[in-house]
Every structure is written in C-alpha cells, then in structure tokens.
C-alpha cells in the first residue's frame, strides 16, 4: 500500500511537470536544539461543526452557452474511477463528472455537495447525513444512502486495490472488515433513503476531511455492486462512468479525445457551458501555438521557457498560482551521515533556494519553508527561514565532527557516530531523469560542494525509481525531488512522511513525542486549536530539519480573454469551478 502511495504521488508530481515544464527508528544522535514557541494560527471565528451551511436549490445558470470550451491535453487519462487513476488530470477530471458526500470551499471549509446537511453527536463519535433528495444518476436512477453506503463499503473490501483504504480507517468496523474478520462495516448504517450514518472508533475532528476528500466519489451500487471489487478498476464503468455530477462523460476516444456534455438533471447550479472537448495535443509548444491560434481555449500550465510569449500575446488572460509540487531536498535518516541533527540544518544553510527558484522557474514562485500548501489553513506562514549562509552551514558541520584536515576542499568525519573517522562527506544524489529534477539536482550539487560536501548525481529511469529506489530504508541516499500537496489532508502527509516507525515512512525518521503531538489534531475539535497544534507540529519538523522545502513554482494558467473563469486558488479549485464559467462573447 505505501509502495503504491508513492508511485502515485510520483506519478501526479511527474505529470505536473509535464504539463508545466528498510531500516531502523532513527532519532538525532545529538539532541536538536529546542524548538522555537508555536507559532500561533490566526484568531478567527469558525461555525460550529453541528451547523453546516444548507445546500442551495437547484438553479438555472443565467446564461447558456452553445460554444464549446476546448481543454487541450497533454497524454490521455488512465482511467475515471478516480480510486484507481494515477495520473493527476484523471484525478481532476472526476470532480466533471462524480460527486462527493461533501466538498471544500475556497476558503477551505467544508460546504454541501450530495449531503444537503449534518450533524454530530455530542459524543463526536456518529456523524449523520442527510442527502439531497433530487439528485439522480445520468441514467435517471435516484441517488441514495445505499450508494454511499456502497461506496465506503467498497474500499473496506478485503479484495480493493485502489488507493483510498488508508483515507476511512477511524470509521468503526472499516479494518475489521479490511481484514476479512466481518462483511460489512459496523460504523456505516443506512437510516433511511436519504440519510446515512458513520461511526467512528474515537472521536475525531479530521473526519470531514475524508468525506470531503475529492478522491472518495459517490458511485452507483446498481451498476457497479454486482461486479467483484477486485475488477471495478478494469471494468467498463471506468472508461465510461455514470456519475451524479454536474457534466457527463459521453465519449472517449483514446489517445484523441475526450467530450463531456452538461448534465440536464444535476441537483446543483447547472453549468452554463453546455459541453466541453479534450483533444490531446502531446506537444507543449504545439498547445502554445494553439491557444495563440484560438484552436484551443486554456492552458492549464504555461512553462517557464513560453511564460513570455504567452504573456505578451493579444486577447489571452494569464494568471499564476501556488503550484501544488514544492521542490524539497531529501535526507534518508537511515544514512550515519545525516543523524545529526546539525549536519541536516547546515545543508538547508547552504542551498540558495532563491537562485534556484530564479533559474528553474523564471523568479515566479517561492521560496518554500513550508511542507503544506499555502492556500490551507494548516499552511503555517511564520516558520523562520534557513536563509542562504555558507559560513553558518560550514560552523555547523565543524561543530558536528565534519572538517576538512587535508585541505581538499572536501570534509572528513572525526568523531561521527556511526562514521569512520577520516571518511569523506560524499554522498550521492539519486533523482529521476526528468530534466527538471537533474537540474535541481545539480543546484543542490554545486552548493553543497561550496561547503565542503561532495555529491555525484545518479539519474534513474523514472519508473525504475519510483518503483525501486525511492522506498523506506537504506535505497537512497540523498535527492532533490517534489512533494505534491493536496493529495492526500495535511494530517495524511504527516503520516506518510514523519510518523513512526521510521521504516515505514518516507525519511526514516521517528520521534515518539511528534506523534503524540500530530494525534493530538483528532481531538482538537476547536479549529483555531487545531491550527495552532498544526502549526507547532511543523515547527518540530523545520527545526529538527527532516526534509529541507526549497522551492515552489508558480502554476500559470492562460486562457481566452472572452473565458470567464471563476475565482481559484489551486489546480483543484480551477477544475470544481468549470460549472461556473461562461463566453462573454
């Protein structure tokens, strides 16, 4: 299951690109210094978790259009049943065509979609929801609990291989039934046709997330309940799907094109552009010279190398964004080398991540100390930043047993843990050969030189990589790579990325009290509360230096300045918004 995560999370980072441009519990051998105070999320507000917003009635939207809106693709999508997609646009594409139990809005919150409403018993244990009564599937069927009920019950199945199990496990009987110990999942119950019920182990305050998650689509039991779960990934409904959503899914042609048409019954705010086309267009340059030719109608990312051309062009509206793939230099804990915790800071010292962020992505961007994304509320924006400090990062390493007695430039080890004194710092930068990670790797490469460490970069196949490399424990060395946010919730990434044991995570790194702490988010029902806890957890993390956040690109989308685009934030929120676009002319 870990395995499968990170290829997944590979893959989307690597489409992302395209589209732009085991070992033992670790713990510093010399102990960090104490963490700065939390720093404190700001006060505000929030609604009570027992009064969600009403979903609204069905509306009109105020004007139809009959002029098509043409997305160009870069390859064709794998598949749109989104638990099994591995490739980001096939991920998105859904939110066209399925629904959720909830949705997020833009500001984060979470707000109705298939549950009209909710609430919570005072235990905070059962969560009960109440579904919009009009909604039918695109083949006229009624939408009902059994269907949600279906959909969770599915990823409980002993037999699922898709990539959702690890997003429902607190509700009460999901790993029971995992393990082939019942048949159904007891902290699921149908109430009635239109409402359902879910209970969970312990009272937890993340919950919503995982019925908000975009992933996690409502879908048919009457079409998909007689197929075995091991087939539903194979099966015919994932090349040609009938959802509840707002658009419909009416042809695929493979690795042409594919046409979606409004859906006429949906329950929500219908669109206002009746259909949409996708050709594929494997070329970047080719989708440049055709949004420039009005062949097509958006971009959902525009290189650095085309920024200009686009920008400058007559009748196109430009607009960036926080990417949802920040640039990060990777330690694997599991190496002597980097168990200090001193050796990790001086790295983070001595890369000039702004010079990077100038040379791969034209200056548009960040510089990143964060490892969430900056449009959530988890996103904690006063952690104090490693800046740029050779004679720092070098102090540090001296003071860590690293100094360079022959005077070649090239530090040795006296007196490191775990080292034989007098041994080199060489190390290896292990990366894919996707031109952009090798150039990152090659910033990384120069500046760590500039302080004494020597590195040799080695360039994998992608798929090799991913598959044999990148895993937990001793097959890695050092890498600068990305992180795609908003796959999975903050607290998702923390487990993946720093909760013990550390053979199970992605830097071998392990520190009992961090996961006491990163518990704690279930219980603090109080949003501000949750905020502030979030933001001390990543304080721990940037100051034990677990991983060094480096960059993060702007996503740049370009479209016809006749396009009325609705407000985003992220590439997800662009996608939600399509229902709400409209020609001006």
């Not at 006229?140 to 019950?153: H, L, M, N, S």
């Not at 920024?307 to 230099?329: D, H, L, M, R």
């Not at 599991?334 to 702004?354: E, L």
């Amino acid at each position: 299951m870990y395995k499968k995560l990170l290829v997944l999370i590979a893959l989307l980072a690597a489409l992302s690109l395209l589209m732009t441009a085991c070992g033992t519990p670790v713990a510093p051998t010399v102990p960090a210094t104490e963490a700065p105070a939390a720093t404190q999320a700001p006060t505000k507000e929030m609604p009570a978790a027992t009064e969600p917003p009403t979903a609204q009635p069905p509306t009109e939207a105020p004007v139809v259009s009959d002029r098509p809106l043409i997305i160009p693709m870069g390859a064709d999508v794998d598949t749109m049943f989104p638990d099994y997609s591995s490739t980001a646009l096939g991920a998105s594409l859904a939110a066209l065509v399925y629904s959720s139990l909830t949705t997020v809005d833009l500001h984060g919150n979470v707000a109705p979609d298939l549950a009209a409403s909710w609430e919570v018993s005072e235990d905070h244990l059962t969560w009960t929801f109440h579904l919009v009564e009009n909604a039918v599937w695109q083949d006229g069927k009624p939408v009902t609990a059994e269907d949600v009920q279906f959909t969770y019950e599915k990823i409980a199945d002993p037999n699922y291989n898709g990539g959702m199990y690890t997003n429902i496990t607190s509700i009460a009987g999901v790993t029971e039934k995992q393990e082939g110990k019942a048949t159904t999942v007891s902290g699921i119950k149908v109430v009635d046709e239109h409402t359902i019920s879910f209970t969970t182990t312990e009272p937890d305050a993340l919950v919503m997330d995982t019925f908000a998650s975009p992933n996690i689509v409502v879908v048919p039991v009457h079409i998909l309940g007689s197929i075995p779960v091991a087939d539903l990934g194979k099966s015919d409904y994932a090349r040609m799907p009938i959802g509840s959503g707002p658009y419909q899914l009416v042809d695929w042609k493979a690795e042409e094109s594919m046409t979606f048409e409004r859906n006429d019954a949906y329950y929500g705010t219908l669109p206002i552009i009746r259909q949409i086309k996708m050709p594929i267009i494997p070329e970047p340059s080719a989708r440049v010279t055709a949004l420039l030719n009005n062949e097509v109608d958006i971009l959902g990312s525009v290189s650095a190398d085309d920024y200009e051309s686009v920008k400058s062009a007559t009748g196109v509206t430009i607009k960036g964004f926080p990417g949802s793939e920040y640039q990060n230099f990777n330690l694997n804990l599991a190496d002597p080398m980097f168990k200090d915790v001193r050796v990790r800071q001086a790295m983070n010292y001595a890369i000039n991540r702004q010079s990077m962020l100038d040379g791969l992505c034209g200056g548009r961007g960040i510089v990143e100390n964060n490892i969430f994304h900056p449009s959530l509320a988890e996103y904690n924006p006063n952690i104090a930043s490693y800046d740029y400090n050779v004679e720092k990062a070098k102090q540090l390493l001296s003071d860590a047993g690293w100094t360079d007695k022959d005077g070649d430039g090239i530090l040795e080890a006296q007196g490191v843990q775990g080292v034989a004194d007098g041994t080199k710092f060489n190390t290896t930068l292990d990366t894919t050969t996707t031109p952009f990670y090798v150039q990152e790797n090659q910033v990384i490469q120069q500046d760590l030189k500039a302080v004494g460490i020597e590195s040799t970069i080695n360039q994998v196949e992608f798929g090799a990589f991913f598959g044999d490399i990148w895993l937990p424990g001793p097959t890695w060395h050092a890498s600068g790579l990305g992180w795609y946010n908003l796959i999975g919730t903050p607290q998702m990434e923390l487990g993946w990325n720093f909760m013990c044991p550390a053979d199970k995570n992605t830097y071998g790194y392990c520190n009992a009290d961090l996961d006491v702490l990163i518990n704690k988010n279930k219980t603090l029902f109080d949003k501000t509360e949750r905020m502030n806890n979030f933001y001390a957890v990543q304080d721990i993390i940037h100051e034990a230096a677990v991983v060094t956040p480096l960059i993060r690109c702007n996503a740049t989308v370009a479209y016809n300045q006749a396009l009325q685009v609705s407000d985003f934030q992220t590439g997800i929120d662009l996608w939600r918004t399509i229902p709400q676009w409209s020609w001006t002319k």
